[in-house]
């Protein structure tokens, strides 16, 4: 129906016509792509002075606890290995999937810094933070 033509008699026949096709363009949302229990990493800011080619995501690994919808959005809510729950929501753009490899129990870890050692030749041992893990 063309405006000019609109008038108080027919006024709800174009805001019917209206409406159907305000619904056949609306975007149809996007099935959650990560589930309960996936393993996944967030995204880090990075700062002005950052170098590009440096990671752009976390070291720690996290597992998603709870999916939600908000106004067409999925949220994640989320906690790190040992079980303490994330303050906040994670949006699917800040998330990236960890593959099960990086989860296996026979994985070599980055040591991030050494904290104190004690012993001697051979008997010696070290006590050492792993990088992407928390400081627990």
């Given at each position: 129906?063309?405006?000019?033509?609109?008038?108080?008699?027919?006024?709800?026949?174009?805001?019917?016509?209206?409406?159907?096709?305000?619904?056949?363009?609306?975007k149809?949302?996007?099935?959650?792509?990560?589930?309960?229990?996936?393993?996944?990493?967030?995204?880090?800011?990075?700062?002005?002075?950052?170098?590009?080619?440096?990671?752009?995501?976390?070291?720690?690994?996290?597992?998603?606890?709870?999916?939600?919808?908000?106004?067409?959005?999925?949220?994640?809510?989320?906690?790190?290995?040992?079980?303490?729950?994330?303050d906040?929501?994670?949006?699917?753009?800040?998330?990236?999937?960890?593959?099960?490899?990086?989860?296996?129990?026979?994985?070599?870890?980055?040591?991030?810094?050494?904290?104190?050692?004690?012993?001697?030749?051979?008997?010696?041992?070290v006590?050492?933070?792993?990088?992407?893990?928390?400081?627990?």
């Amino acid at each position: 129906m063309v405006p000019a033509v609109v008038n108080i008699r027919n006024a709800v026949v174009a805001r019917k016509n209206l409406e159907k096709r305000a619904l056949s363009q609306r975007k149809k949302s996007r099935a959650h792509i990560y589930s309960v229990g996936d393993h996944v990493r967030i995204s880090r800011l990075k700062g002005t002075f950052d170098k590009g080619y440096e990671k752009n995501y976390s070291e720690e690994i996290f597992k998603i606890t709870r999916v939600s919808r908000r106004q067409n959005l999925f949220t994640y809510e989320l906690t790190d290995l040992e079980g303490e729950i994330i303050d906040g929501f994670c949006y699917l753009e800040e998330l990236a999937r960890v593959g099960d490899d990086r989860l296996s129990q026979n994985k070599e870890f980055k040591v991030e810094r050494v904290i104190k050692s004690r012993g001697r030749g051979v008997k010696k041992q070290v006590f050492v933070k792993w990088l992407g893990y928390p400081d627990k």
